[in-house]
Nanobody
Framework: QVQLMESGGGSVQAGGSLKLSCAAS????????MGWFRQAPGKEREVVAI????????YYADSVKDRFTISEDNAKKTVYLRMNSLNPEDTAMYYC????????????????????WGRGTQVTVSS
């Protein structure tokens, strides 16, 4: 049974930092597509960052490049999202997604249609 559990959200002031964690279970962690999406009130869900686990490639949305970093700990089966220089536009519910199919590459579309999502963790940035 695939399970994804996010943690690390909270409230910060603009310019601050947060680190989100997504602990995965129920599938092999190596060479899998995992990532973070977010959804703000009244807006559509959007991709933030994705990673091919076990040392693979990464992808970032233009809006978070150079501010956010996605990483993994294979031993802990956990994917992280380090968020620096946060601004109010980053306020949203952040969701972890996974595609349990073994892959050699990973694009946002491999996750956006996934059946496997966490419950989300709220990030609120005040000005």
């Amino acid at each position: 049974q695939v399970q994804l559990m996010e943690s690390g959200g909270g409230s910060v002031q603009a310019g601050g930092s947060l680190k989100l964690s997504c602990a995965a279970s129920g599938f092999s962690f190596s060479s899998r597509c995992m990532g973070w999406f977010r959804q703000a009130p009244g807006k559509e869900r959007e991709v933030v960052a994705i990673i091919l686990t076990d040392g693979g490639s990464t992808y970032y949305a233009d809006s978070v490049k150079d501010r956010f970093t996605i990483s993994e700990d294979n031993a802990k089966k956990t994917v992280y999202l380090r968020m620096n220089s946060l601004n109010p536009e980053d306020t949203a519910m952040y969701y972890c997604a996974a595609n349990p199919t073994r892959r050699s590459y990973c694009f946002p579309e491999h996750l956006s249609g996934s059946d496997y999502w966490g419950r989300g963790t709220q990030v609120t940035v005040s000005s």
